[in-house]
């Protein structure tokens, strides 16, 4: 089992950065494609980003590729999501995900465990 802590949410302006970052626990980490995925108020959750087991891979939604750099670190069992060029509509609570599938995934049901997840607002 995964035990995921999501952390570094809070309140920027648009255009600027944060960086989250997603604690997991148990020695098996490396075997996990881990992704992020946000929640806005009255929308569904969405995919963000994901990566493979070995960080090799990557991938993201259209709404925040360029901006958005999803990271691994397994030594600390630890997932990364650097957000810049942040706009209004990245407000959202921002979710770890962990999955057994072999590829990447993007949809909220091929992922085991998830994190309480951390909110990010940004302002205009």
């Known amino acids: 089992q995964v035990q995921l802590v999501e952390s570094g949410g809070g309140l920027v302006q648009a255009g600027g950065s944060l960086r989250l970052s997603c604690a997991a626990s148990?020695?098996?980490?490396?075997?996990?494609?881990m992704g992020w995925f946000r929640q806005a108020p009255g929308k569904e959750r969405e995919f963000v980003a994901t990566i493979s087991w070995s960080g090799g891979s990557t991938d993201y939604a259209d709404s925040v590729k360029g901006r958005f750099t999803i990271s691994r670190d397994n030594a600390k069992n630890t997932v990364y999501l650097q957000m810049n060029s942040l706009k209004p509509e990245d407000t959202a609570v921002y979710y770890c995900?962990?999955?057994?599938?072999?590829?990447?995934?993007?949809?909220?049901?091929?992922?085991?465990?998830w994190g309480q997840g951390t909110q990010v607002i940004v302002s205009s």
């Open positions: 995900g962990a999955s057994s599938g072999l590829g990447l995934q993007k949809r909220p049901y091929e992922y085991t465990y």
């Open positions: 148990g020695r098996t980490f490396s075997r996990y494609v």
